[in-house]
Nanobody
């Protein structure tokens, strides 16, 4: 069982930065995919960024150039660095992990996170004010 715990959410002004962290229990599979998705009140859930065990990443267009997903395997932690934040980035952010075959690549997973993922956290709130 993979356990995920997010942290780092906060309230910031437009243009600010935040780094979200997702502490994970050990990913035991050689192939895995992890990512972040978000949901704002009254809006559909959307995948934000994914990373797979080969280090490939994928992002939705609205965050490209502003957000960076990364992982520290030694610390079993997934990160999402968010720069140049906008009010439309305000949402609850969740991390998700998948290690049950067949595991999707980062590109394949972006459109189906978290439905195709076996594990997800409880979320951390990001609020960006104008």
């Amino acid at each position: 069982q993979v356990r995920l715990v997010e942290s780092g959410g906060d309230s910031v002004q437009t243009g600010g930065s935040l780094r979200l962290s997702c502490a994970t229990s050990v990913i035991t599979a050689r192939d895995y995919c992890m990512g972040w998705f978000r949901q704002a009140p009254g809006k559909e859930r959307e995948g934000v960024a994914t990373i797979d065990s080969d280090g490939r990443t994928s992002y939705i267009d609205s965050v490209k150039g502003r957000f960076t997903i990364s992982q520290d395997n030694a610390q079993n932690t997934l990160y999402l660095q968010m720069n140049s934040l906008k009010p439309e980035d305000s949402a609850m952010y969740y991390c998700a992990a998948d290690q049950d075959p067949p595991v999707l690549t980062a590109i394949q997973a972006l459109g189906v996170i978290p439905d195709a993922f076996g594990y997800r956290g409880q979320g951390t709130q990001v609020t960006v004010s104008s």
